[in-house]
């Protein structure tokens, strides 16, 4: 990526935490069309309930949020500590939720309520200082003719997704109605932090370029996501919810739920805890990958109860730890922690620790030398720190001596200072309490076997495919295998691969099934399966090299062996 795009994106890097909208005449309904509950996402009811054009349109006639006040939703944003603020200005529905000469289907000349929220927001955020983005559904737009997935042309077509419509009346629409919005937003409301285009659908790479380039003609440090399609972007989106296993490079985002759906639902009550919540914040912050949090307010105008609790709760975390997210970048390490996950700025490193130890919490792999640590929710209490190097191992461990009470009850941070730059050895490596964590995304891969973005393995449907590990073992013994594997989206987890884990000339091997869950904080939205394969015994210290295969897949599973990570724990002797 160019200078040009180093200068766009700065403020989003600094950013890393920002508030997605999603607010359309949908919120109307909110998930129940004539009595019954439809399926599926709020802002998806037009599609997934089969509304007719001529009846989804009067939703907007409908359409009145009296008490919709921009300054509280800015400052609710603010108090969370996002920085900027991506909302909904045309979803799929291809409703326009702001003012338009272009197109008439819009929130200012349809709806009772008659005025441009955008250019309210527009004015709340540059008030307090926070970015204000726009959605733009590029390619889908059920209402306009020729748009991906148009009601009318795609009523018979089963797998509308995937739907190729008809190229020319798709390129026509890009000129007569999505050419000309881009332009409204882009000069009507000063300016835009970013455009988060969404599901590229049929877009071609010529014409993902092309809005890539408005915007940036319009203005030039506009960020454009990468859902334009095509790998045009300036960042890349990961898919809705996903959370990657390890750190991520270059610029990424997650959009995420605080319950199961974007646009409001009346009876969508699964809101997320705010432990996970915060554990996905510094998990995301760690990895450096920006977390864009969604809402969905109500027909009235108002985000929900629960949603505006939540990110208050955020808000406390952050007003003692926000330098721990803020302006950070991702762990020097490729790999999670047990006890928690680290960010780094400069000469320091932040240990945001999610497992409150109540003994000395052990870094490995430092090399750099520490000067200092604090607690930043206890600035006073000392924290008293043992450095070990052994060089000629380049065996490197920092002791931390923290208080036996956590500070946070969730996330407690303790900020390093070094003496020097960053260094840190990032192969996998036991930890101090004995475990070895084996990520797909650290092994070498062979066969046709691939990594997802998300960083579990992908086209893995035969015997010939395997991830192989070298790693420092310190303590010899036994240690039971585990393998972590992903359930297909939205699908459920199907065991049944005949899965084995090889050191040496021994290795156990087992039918993959339920043993356990993971609690990892991406686990929350894809579902990861623990299976025990066996107890394996590991003779000497050193380096060890692993490999994990199949022996036999099971064929139902389309998917093939979805692995996240292999974790070896030593086994207590009794
Ligand atoms: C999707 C959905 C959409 C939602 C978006 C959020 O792609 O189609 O309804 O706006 O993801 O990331």
Known sequence: MGTESDGRMAWWREAR?????????????????????????GEWIMRNGRIPIEEYEKLAGRFN????????????????????????????????????????????????FGRDPMAELAEACARHGLKLCFYYSQSQDWHA????????????????????????????????????????????????????????????????IELRDLVHRLQPDCIVSGRVGNDVGDYGSMGDNQIPVGRVEGDWETPATLNDTWGFKSYDHNWKSVDKLLYLLVDLASKGVNYLLNVGPTAEGLIPEPSVRLLEAIGEWMDVNEEAIRGTQASPYPHEFEWGRLTRKGKRLYLLVTRWPGEPLVLRGLRSEVSGAALLAAPDARIAVHQLHDTADDFHEVKLHLPAEAPDARVSVVRLDLEEEVDVDEAPQQQADGTIVLPAHMAAREGTVTLGRSGITERWKDTGSALRWTFRLRRPGAYRVCVYTAAS??????????????????SVVDALREDGRSDSPRAQYFPEVISHLGVLDLPAAGAVEAVLRADAMAAEVSAGLQVSEVRLLPEVAS
């Open 17 to 41: 935490f920002g508030m997605f909208i999603h607010w359309g005449v949908y919120a109307v309904p909110c998930g129940t069309w004539e009595g019954r509950q439809v399926p599926g996402l």
């Open 65 to 112: 949020p009296v008490q919709f006040d921009a300054d509280a939703w800015v400052r609710l944003a603010k108090r969370a500590g996002m920085r900027y603020l991506v909302i909904t200005s045309k979803h799929h529905d291809g409703f326009c939720m702001f003012r338009s000469a272009s197109n008439p289907y819009n929130i200012v000349d349809r709806t009772p």
């Open 145 to 208: 003719p020729g748009g991906a997935g148009h009601w009318e042309e795609a009523r018979d077509v089963r797998d509308w997704h995937s739907y190729p419509g008809r190229p020319e009346a798709f390129a026509r629409y890009l000129e007569e109605v999505v050419k000309p919005n881009l332009v409204e937003l882009l000069t009507q409301y000063g300016p835009i932090g970013l455009i988060w285009f969404d599901t590229p659908v049929c877009i071609t790479p010529g014409q993902s």
């Open 489 to 506: 989206r939205q699908q459920e987890w199907r065991g049944g691969h005949e899965v084995r884990f090889t050191v040496g000339d021994t």
